[in-house]
């Protein structure tokens, strides 16, 4: 049973990242068990942005697995049913450590479509049906219009995401603009906005990857996450492969404590920023 729980969760999954010239998608998933409470999404908004998800739900076992299919299905539903007209989001800092902005860019940033209600809509609705479970999940949910590289954000107490340089370095980190989702009735939940460069790389990642112990018990560490983001990387999937790798090199023969997800979006140099 939990082997057939393992494979439909798998279809929860997307089996294809989103294509678009001039950028890339990676993503990296691997279960401390047969079933999991983490995710991550890409999935197509219109006007041709894209939804980006990556999310750690609470507990581990058929409990969190049962609820990652909840919380992911949500958000794509009524990240569809919200689709309206437009939404314009003044650039607004929300806080100092999670988010800065290019004090030239003044303007008001127009998005095609507030389909990030889709997570104040997901949280009301765990909340009033399943508050008494106390299950909740730290969700980053971004929507990126390639054209520009715009990323309109909200971070419901996940774990902060980077922005890398092109050649090593980390420019930016987007830290939470709200509280985890599933906790709080009517939570605040602001938005963030920033702009991937050429050559710049979004990378997110779950617990899991800190956290991950050796057999010695010590974890890897943010401050070991934190020095390898200052390498370059020439592509995401570089990135996401080194940075497994030497997760798996600190847990040795030790069992794997908790799931690890990690998602990567790489601008690619060349292309034009409007």
């Known amino acids: ?38 995710f991550y999404d890409l999935f197509d908004l219109p006007d041709d942005s894209i939804g980006l998800v990556i999310a750690d739900v609470c507990d581990k076992g058929v409990g969190a697995a049962l609820f990652m ?23 607004v800092e929300t806080t100092p450590s999670s988010f800065s902005r290019d ?9 095609p479509n507030d389909a990030l209600k889709a997570l104040q809509l997901t949280n009301d609705y765990i909340v009033q049906n399943h508050e008494d479970l106390a299950m909740f999940a730290t969700i980053f949910y971004g929507v990126l219009l390639p054209d520009t590289g715009d990323l309109i954000y909200i971070n419901g107490g996940h774990d902060p ?14 830290g939470p603009t709200g509280p985890a ?14 702009r991937l460069a050429p050559g710049e790389i979004l990378f997110g990642y779950t617990d899991g990857v800190v ?43 030790a069992d794997q404590f908790d799931d690890i997800t990690m998602l990567a979006v790489r601008r690619r140099r060349g292309d034009s920023q409007r």
Do not use: N
């Open 181 to 194: 989702i599933g906790v709080l009735p009517d939570a605040k939940l602001d938005f963030g906005t920033t």
């Open 211 to 253: 956290e991950a112990r050796g057999a010695d018990d010590s974890f890897f560490s943010e401050k070991q996450l934190v020095h390898l983001l200052r390498s370059g990387f020439r592509s995401s999937e570089q990135l996401l492969q080194q940075i497994s790798m030497a997760v798996r090199s600190h847990i040795g023969d």
């Open 69 to 91: 299919a909840l919380f992911r299905s949500l958000i794509r539903v009524f990240s569809g049913q919200t689709a309206l007209d437009g939404l314009t989001c003044p650039a």
């Open 103 to 111: 004090d030239s860019r003044s303007e008001q940033m127009h998005y």
């Open 161 to 174: 995401l980077y922005i890398l340089h092109p050649t090593g370095g980390i420019r930016q980190q987007l």
């Open 1 to 38: 049973e939990l082997e057939k729980g393992r494979e439909m969760q798998t279809h929860f999954l997307p089996p294809v990242l989103p294509r678009r010239p001039g950028w890339e998608f990676s993503a990296f998933f691997r279960p401390a068990r047969q079933v999991s409470g983490d």
